[in-house]
């Protein structure tokens, strides 16, 4: 397949993990901060919906992990501003896939002290995801 | 042990284990990549004399292309959002320079990512452009 397709794919791949990770944490903090009183299936709904998106965001990471791989001619580093996405990146690839994982074995089982400190993670990861992809952008548009 | 503690151990274990498979595929991934601009030009012009030797400066450049400018000028350099390539009438100074500095509010500098042998290998590959 040709190159510039490659990059368009992963341009257009690379989005899906951003996004439902970030909405993911969105839901997550959401369903945290409703009042327990008469709010509780509000906040299960909400924590089910972090976990959907949260496995769909892990989920699409690979199709973006892999169209970046096929475009970088496999180079995992690199320099200038493909490593500093990199940097970011597969820290944040790393997180994704764990959290993802413990939730799907933890299910609704977690403590209220274990999910804060999954809540600070998952924030963490939305950071590093949110620098990998600006310097994604930034190696695309300034070289 | 705890549930969320178990849970925390597969978790990392599971994610190293991806990074690695990654890391291990990274290179097969690599090599997914379609016919490049002078296997198209060979084809069109039925000449089978590779145009670089594999791993030849040219080669090199091709790379580095496929890289850094193929978004904009196309996979083929026969232009996207940027011109086409092929043919190019600049000397191999005024090509690096505009590499290096690039054009204001047309194409992105490359002088702190490509020194001056990536630069020279992609001058090289340019060169193997013509119709």
């Given amino acids: 397949m040709n190159n510039s397709l490659w990059i368009k794919m992963h341009g257009g791949m690379t989005h899906f993990p951003i996004a439902l990770v970030m909405v993911s944490i969105a839901f997550d903090l959401g369903g945290q901060f409703v009042l327990e009183n008469g709010e509780k299936t509000r906040r299960a709904g909400l924590r089910a919906a972090g976990f959907y998106t949260l496995v769909l965001g892990a989920l699409s990471s690979f199709g973006a992990v892999a169209s970046g791989i096929i475009i970088s001619h496999g180079e995992i580093w690199g320099r200038g501003n493909l490593a500093r996405h990199h940097t970011f990146l597969w820290p944040a690839f790393g997180l994704v896939i764990a959290l993802a994982v413990w939730r799907l074995v933890v299910g609704n089982r977690a403590s209220s002290g274990a999910f804060k400190i999954y809540l600070t993670a998952s924030v963490i990861t939305g950071a590093l995801m949110s620098a990998a992809g600006y310097w994604g952008g930034e190696l695309l548009l300034n070289g | ?131």
């Fill in chain 2, 1 to 131: 042990m705890r549930i969320e503690i178990k849970a925390a151990i597969l978790a990392v274990v599971i994610s190293g284990l991806v990074l690695e498979l990654t890391f291990g595929i990274a290179p097969f991934l690599g090599s997914l990549q379609g016919a490049g601009p002078h296997r198209e030009v060979q084809a069109k012009t039925g000449d089978t004399k590779p145009l670089a030797s594999p791993g030849g400066q040219a080669e090199q450049g091709r790379s580095l292309f496929e890289r850094n400018c193929a978004h904009c000028h196309g996979g083929d350099a026969r232009g996207d959002e940027g011109p086409t390539l092929f043919n190019l009438a600049l000397s191999d100074a005024r090509i690096a320079r505009r590499i290096k500095e690039g054009i204001k509010g047309e194409m992105p500098k490359f002088g702190s990512k490509l020194n001056d042998m990536d630069i020279a290998a992609l001058i090289a590959y340019l060169r193997t452009l013509n119709d």
